[in-house]
Each structure stands twice: as C-alpha cells, then as structure tokens.
C-alpha cells in the first residue's frame, strides 16, 4: 500500500468527501485492512440519532427489542461493555436530526442499568461535543444527561426545560439553544447568564421571568457574541438586552411568538444604542416565529403590521457603523426615497438588506428606483436586496452625476417583492446595467396556471416577463 494511504487524517478526508456517509461502505471500507479501519469507523460513528445502535453493541444474548423497544434481558458484566468502549469515543454528536422522545426508543430500566453496570466512572460518551436532548429527559435521576454529556461538550440543545443542576455545571459549554416551546425561568437565566465560555445562546423568555432575574455581580453573559431571543412581548426582550454587559455581541435575533404583541423596531433599536450593543453588532434579525401562538392556537402570521416601522424608525442607526446584516420582519412600502436613502448613509458596511412584503400586493410603494440607487452608492459591498420600489419610473441617465448610473458591482440577489411596473424593456435594461453580476431575481408574484380573465393582473404579467428575461440573460 501506498504510504500516502496509511495517513490517517488524509483517509478521514478522503472516505468523508467520497462516501458521503454511506454507512455500508464505511462498514465494507472498515474491514478492508486495518490502515482503513479507524478512519471508516469515525465517520460511521460520527453523528447518532440516539444511543440506540451503540447499546446493541451489546452481547446479542443481554438484549431484545419488545413492542419495538430495546430491552436488558440479563444481568450484565463489565465484559459485555468491550465492543461498547470500542465505538462510544467515535461519536461526536449526538441527537441531531431526533424527534423522537426516549420513551420509544428504551424500556424504562434500560439507561439506568447501563448506568450503574458500565465499569467507568463518568459519562458513557466521553467525546462528544454537541448534543441534542430532544424530550423529558431530566425526570427521576436524569440518568440521560449524565450519560451523554461529557467534559468534552461545547452545544447543547433543550427541548425541554433543563435541571438547574445540570446548567450549573456547563462551565465549558460554548453554544446553549432552548426550544422556543419552553420559556425559560429567572433562575435559569441568572445561572446562564455567570457561564463563562458561553458564545452562542438561544432561549425564549417571558417579561415576568426576566424582571425577577437576580443579577449576577459581575460581568453578565461576559462572552456572548450570538444571541436570539424569542418572547411574546417586546418588553421582555428589551429587559434581557439590559442584562448584557458584554462589549462582544456581533449577532442579534429577535423573534416575536404572540400574534397579537405590537412591537416597534425603532424602540428596539434605541434600546441597542442606549445599551452600547449597536456599536458591533454586524448581524440584526426582528421577525415573526414562523409559527406564532394565538388564543386559537399555533398557526403561520398573515400580516406585517405589527411591527411598525416609519420615517423615524432609523434615527440611531448612525451606532449602527458595523452593521453587515440587517432584516426586518416589516414591509417597506411606507418607506421613501430619502428614508432608505438616511439608512443607507449610515450603514456603508452593508452587505444584507431584507424587508418582509406587503399583504397588499396592489399597495403603491414609496420609494423609487431613486432610493435603491442611493443604496448601492452608500452600500457598495451590498449582496442581497429585498425592497418594494415604484418601478413604473426609470431614472434619467442624463440627470446622473457623471452621466452614468451607480453600480452594484457585488450585488448577487434582488428582490422587488410587491412593486409597480409599467414597462418590461425598460426595467430589464435598468437593472442589467446596475448590476452586471446579478445572479437571482424574483418578487412576489407568481405563475398562476390557466389564468382567467377575472384573475388577471396587468403588474404580475409585466414582472414575470422581467424576471424570465432576466434569468435568460444571467
């Protein structure tokens, strides 16, 4: 053999790239020769849905699978562990992809026997560095947990609300995530808020939680630099951005899980400078869940008007220097020329700019391709675009400075969601000048098959021309 081929890290390159986890192969690739074996079995082992294919390396006499189930049908040794030991140290994540609670997949004695007869002390998975708990999993002696995570683990995600026990010891941990199902308590966001490796956190919280949250002395969340936060209320969300003392946030989410909370991104973002978190910040999302709870249950949001949005909304942006970016869950119908031209000044290192559409496809925009120009000019490193803009006027090329539009020289992806339009030969000829690399465009009308009369719409008809022209250009 080739001594190239007995490199193990250039063999764990080489089975990843080409056997696209093909587990068969792996298990063939890992008989082949000894040479092959550890790197074949580390991808194998890499990623489990559950500890299910780990415990049936079990003797096949000390277990049985009942009522779809797996079973201890013996008393077990510490010799029944080897081929266990062989393969647990390969698994790295753990949980991805698992939607289904443990109680399918495990009698009720079976973890808590594994538990007490394995012949180490500490975590079965010693290397595991993400995990994913996906149900219930902390009831009775929360034996699951203290299996699964080991010293080694830098993510979790809680599906469920988590032991105040177990948070207190994830000292090392670097990514928290909690479902948006489970808000979660002061007191677990007092402990959360003192981890000190802590980087990327996702949580949902009620206003009450958080207004008796006991501040930690110190510094708060002293190394964040990802959060999301999902909240019925806006206040709620406000109150943990005062909670941060923490000068290295560079991603912020904030997601709204009530239909009927009306929240204002200009009172957000005040909130931000005020707090001296806009100064960094380079990534901003406020939307909707995209499932959103009501009295009648959950269901997908229908309107954009909650989150109000005007003239005024962008009075601080200018703390906003670092700001790459930027959606709001907000139609920009409302917004004119000089507005966006306002934003655009005060964002240069925009990269990202995405408004929601509006209801109101018919809704006559403000802002003209005027506006979008202003933004390519102030925004030269801009790449996707989202904007509603009254199409149905071109700039005159002769009232440009210099005679010559703006270009969009790194601008990818374009959407005009719901614009005015009169002529297609114009507006094809318009953007293809302003963006010589434009890779995607669309709005937000569609095709509609064997469209009638009744349903006709003269803009709809004009846009799709644009962007079948556009796609054949490109």
Known sequence: MHHCLQIQELLYIIFRKYTQY??????????????FQDPALNILWHTQKTLLPLLKCLPPDAWAIKEYKFGIIRN????????????????????????????????????PIIWSRKPSLGPLLSNVSE????????????????????????????????????????????????????????????????????????LSVTEQEVKNCVPHIGNNFPAITHLAISSKTMNACQLMLLQLQSGMLRSLTLTRTASDARWSIR?????????????????????????????????????????????????????FKQLRDL??????????????????????????????QDDDLDKVPKCTFTGMQHLIQFCPKLETLTLSVDARQIPILDTQPDREYPLGLQLTTLNLCNSLISNADEVVSYLTMLFPVLGYFSTAYYYIEDE???NYNRNRAIWLEVEDRLLHFN
């Open 22 to 35: 093909d587990s068969g192969l792996l298990a063939r690739l890992a008989r082949t020769c000894i040479a």
């Open 76 to 111: 077990l040794t510490s010799s029944d562990f080897e081929r266990i030991y062989f393969y647990c140290h390969r698994i790295r994540i753990l949980g991805r992809f698992a939607s289904r609670p443990l109680s399918q997949y495990f009698e009720a004695q079976v973890l």
């Open 131 to 202: 995990v994913n708990l996906v149900d219930g999993s902390f009831h009775g002696l929360a034996i699951y947990p203290l299996l699964v995570i080991g010293p080694n683990v830098t993510g979790i995600e809680f599906e469920e609300a988590a032991p105040l026990e177990l948070l207190s010891t994830l000292c090392g941990v670097m990514r928290l995530s909690f479902s948006n199902r489970v808000s979660l308590t002061s007191c677990a966001i007092s402990i959360i808020s003192t981890l000190p490796m802590l980087k990327h956190l996702r």
């Open 267 to 319: 009172r957000l973002l005040i909130t931000l400078h005020e707090c001296n978190l806009a100064l960094r910040l380079e990534s901003l999302h406020i939307g909707d869940c995209p499932m959103i709870c009501s009295s009648l249950g959950f269901y997908r949001p229908a309107s954009k008007k909650i989150f109000n949005m005007d003239a005024h909304t962008f009075e601080y942006l200018s703390s």
């Open 327 to 356: 959606y709001l869950d907000s139609s920009s119908v409302h917004l004119n020329d000089s507005d966006v031209t306002k934003l655009a000044k005060s964002l240069p290192q925009l990269r990202s700019l995405e408004f929601s």
């Open 452 to 454: 009638d009369e009744e």
